[in-house]
């Protein structure tokens, strides 16, 4: 079974409409961490926004926020007011356990396929 | 935020020769580094998992004596492609968490290609 599922290969927005990018996720672990990140075509990966199985509150950064719902074991992004730059791949990931305060002990990424985001002027 | 280099950015290398990645945490040390490798319009798929003075986790199916990896100090990892073909070329990232240890930050990635 997949642990990261993104059922949304592509999708048009139009310029300034909010997007949900879709993500459910399937783990055993009660710690985990929750990642967004961002591809352009250049392939860097630009880190977004991270929430933590342990989190009351869902994360927002800026445009950006997380829709946490953990008994669905969903986590969609949201994006505000889409700009032009907006359009690149996300990624969803997941890593299970808990990470020292060295970064030691965790596991890498799990990524998602991935959504191929398109905005339109 | 926290900042991770990769070098070469690209590299051409001819079949048969090894080629070596360098990843480097800039701003703070990294206990434990990952490897990803991407290919075209995919997804990234965990390599390895590069631990500092002991010896690399490969995930399943990672071949470790093609893809060697050194974690030498704590803001370097190396990997090193040996003896490359034509289907080692792709595009390989590396991470690292930052020193709270609950982001991960990727490095700009190398593309390696194999003729």
């Known amino acids: 079974a997949q642990k990261i599922t993104q059922t949304q290969p592509g999708m048009f927005v139009q310029e300034k409409e909010a997007v949900t990018l879709d993500c459910t996720y399937d783990?055993?672990?009660?710690?985990?961490?929750l990642f967004w990140y961002k591809q352009p075509s250049s392939g860097e990966m630009i880190f977004l926004i991270y929430?933590?199985?342990?989190?009351?509150q869902n994360a927002t950064e800026g445009r950006y926020s997380l829709n946490f719902q953990k008994a669905r074991k969903s986590a969609n992004l949201v994006i505000s007011a889409s700009q032009l730059g907006d359009s690149a791949m996300y990624f969803c990931?997941?890593?299970?356990?808990?990470?020292?305060?060295?970064?030691?002990?965790?596991?890498?990424?799990?990524f998602g396929k991935g959504t191929h985001l398109i905005i339109q002027p | 935020g926290a900042v991770v280099s990769q070098h070469p950015s690209r590299v051409i290398c001819k079949s048969g020769t090894s080629v070596k990645i360098e990843c480097r945490s800039l701003?703070?040390?990294?206990?434990?580094m990952f490897w990803y490798r991407q290919f075209p319009k995919k997804s990234l798929m965990l390599m390895a998992t590069?631990?500092?003075?002991?010896?690399?986790?490969?995930e399943q199916g990672v071949e470790k004596d093609k893809f060697l990896i050194n974690h030498a100090s704590l803001t370097l990892s190396t990997l090193t492609v040996t003896s490359a073909h034509p289907e080692d070329s792709s595009f390989y990232i590396c991470?690292?968490?930052?020193?709270?240890?609950?982001?991960?930050?990727f490095g700009p990635g190398t593309r390696l290609t194999v003729t």
């Open positions: 991470s690292a968490f930052d020193s709270f240890g609950r982001e991960q930050y």
């Open positions: 783990t055993s672990d009660p710690s985990y961490g």
């Open positions: 929430q933590g199985s342990y989190d009351q």
């Open positions: 990931a997941m890593r299970e356990g808990v990470p020292t305060d060295s970064g030691g002990g965790a596991d890498g990424l799990t």
């Open positions: 701003d703070f040390q990294a206990t434990t």
């Open positions: 590069s631990n500092e003075g002991s010896k690399a986790t490969y």
